[in-house]
């Protein structure tokens, strides 16, 4: 990688994870697409998916007291299907049709984030099945897999609380599946990796503690509509790549 690829990685990463830090998510959606400019697809996938990993490790650190086991158990087997699925397309799909795929996935999260659809009413838990399949397959293809299981675990939860607890403990049970699967593919032991790692991890912490310790003087509805103009922008961005 060129100095300046090196240099726009750790800008992404310390912007993604310093939001995640507020948020307790959205890092992959915001690095994925922002890196894919920089990195082919195939790398930044497996790349952002360890820095996440770490990063769930790292805040379910303090919440694996508040993890409802039992709203994850019905998502876990939908979500191994769907992450070798994700596994194989990430492997056989062309760079075009990637990040067209891509760009148009994060463009619809990030129009729902800047309209507040978020419905209140909630689900049955027969919604697991396509959430852990749609998640763990946009997961492994696209790194992103988040969006599927905040709207099935949001509608299925209230307590902010034993939310953002779930989430770390989903995050780390999915990713360590998809980091056994992308070392079975090789995926993870691409040239370069490593160094990408070394670099990465430490930009990830940083980015964390700033975001945990920085006080924004808006509220949580207006961070989630900046959010979405964000990756409204990066997905067109991703769009008007793969088509040009």
């Known amino acids: 990688m060129t100095p300046e690829t090196w240099g726009w990685l750790a ?38 998916l360890v820095t996440d990993f770490a990063a769930s490790v ?9 993890i409802a086991w039992g709203e994850l158990k019905p998502l876990l087997p939908a979500s191994a299907v769907g992450v070798l699925a994700g596994v194989f397309l990430l492997i056989q799909l062309p760079r075009e049709s990637l990040l067209l795929g891509l760009g148009v996935f994060v ?6 984030n800047l309209l507040n659809l978020h419905g209140e009413k909630p689900i049955s838990r027969w919604w697991a099945v396509p959430a852990g399949l749609t998640g763990g397959t946009v997961g492994a293809l696209f790194g992103t897999g988040g969006p599927p299981y ?3 675990l949001s509608h ?18 999915d990713g360590g599946f998809r980091i056994l ?6 995926l993870l032991l691409q040239q370069g990796m490593f160094t990408a790692l070394l670099v990465g991890l ?3 912490a940083a980015g964390l503690y700033l975001g945990h310790r920085v006080h924004l003087g808006i509220s949580n509805p207006q961070m989630l509509r900046l959010i979405g103009i964000l990756l409204l922008l990066s997905g067109a961005s991703l769009v008007w790549r793969a088509a040009t």
């Not at 948020?23 to 959606?29: A, I």
């Not at 463009?107 to 729902?112: A, N, P, Q, V």
């Not at 699967?181 to 090789?186: D, Q, S, V």
């Open 11 to 48: 800008a992404i990463l310390l912007f993604a994870y310093f939001i995640r830090g507020i948020t307790g998510f959205g890092s992959g959606l915001i690095a994925v697409p922002l890196l894919a400019h920089f990195l082919p697809l195939q790398f930044v996938v497996p790349f952002i």
């Open 58 to 66: 790292t805040l379910a650190g303090a919440g694996r007291k508040h």
């Open 107 to 112: 463009m619809i999260f990030g129009l729902r």
């Open 150 to 152: 905040v709207i099935y």
């Open 156 to 173: 299925r939860l209230k307590d902010k609380t034993l939310l953002r607890g779930t989430f770390s403990g989903l995050f780390i049970l």
């Open 181 to 186: 699967a992308f070392l079975a593919t090789g």
């Open 202 to 204: 430490p930009l990830m």
